[in-house]
C-alpha cells in the first residue's frame, strides 16, 4: 500500500523561501505522477506543481516563476521550492502521488 508523507512546511516572512518534501512509500517502482495542491479552508484544493515518471513538470500559472518542482534522492521523492512567498500562498499543501493523498503540511507566511 502506498503511502504518501509530506514535510517541510511552517511559518515564513512574506518574501521567504521554503522548501516542502513528499515522499511515497510502499512501491517498488517510479510512480507515474507526483504532484503538489494546497488548500485554504473554505475554498476547493488546487493544483500547485506535478512531476511524470518521465520527469515532465507542470506548474500552475499563479505560481509559476516562484514554486520549482524536482525529483529528490530517493526513488518517489519530490521536493516543491517555494521562493518569494507571499500571505496568498498560506495553506496546507498536499501531495499526491498517483493517486494517493498525504496528510499534508502547513504553510504560513505571515509578517
Known amino acids: 500500500q502506498v503511502q504518501v508523507v509530506e514535510s517541510g512546511g511552517g511559518l515564513v516572512q512574506p518574501g521567504e523561501s521554503l522548501r516542502l518534501s513528499c515522499a511515497a512509500s510502499?512501491?517498488?517502482?517510479?510512480?507515474?505522477?507526483m504532484g503538489w495542491y494546497r488548500q485554504v479552508p473554505g475554498k476547493e484544493r488546487e493544483f500547485v506543481a506535478s512531476?511524470?515518471?518521465?520527469?515532465?513538470?507542470n506548474v500552475a500559472d499563479s505560481v509559476r516563476g516562484r514554486f520549482t518542482i524536482a525529483r529528490a534522492a530517493g526513488l518517489n521523492t519530490v521536493d516543491l521550492q517555494m521562493n518569494s512567498l507571499q500571505p496568498e500562498d498560506t495553506a496546507v499543501y498536499y501531495c499526491?502521488?498517483?493517486?494517493?493523498w498525504g496528510s499534508g503540511t502547513l504553510v504560513t507566511v505571515s509578517s
Open positions: 499526491n502521488a498517483a493517486g494517493h
Open positions: 510502499g512501491v517498488i517502482f517510479r510512480l507515474p505522477f
Open positions: 512531476l511524470t515518471n518521465d520527469d515532465m513538470t
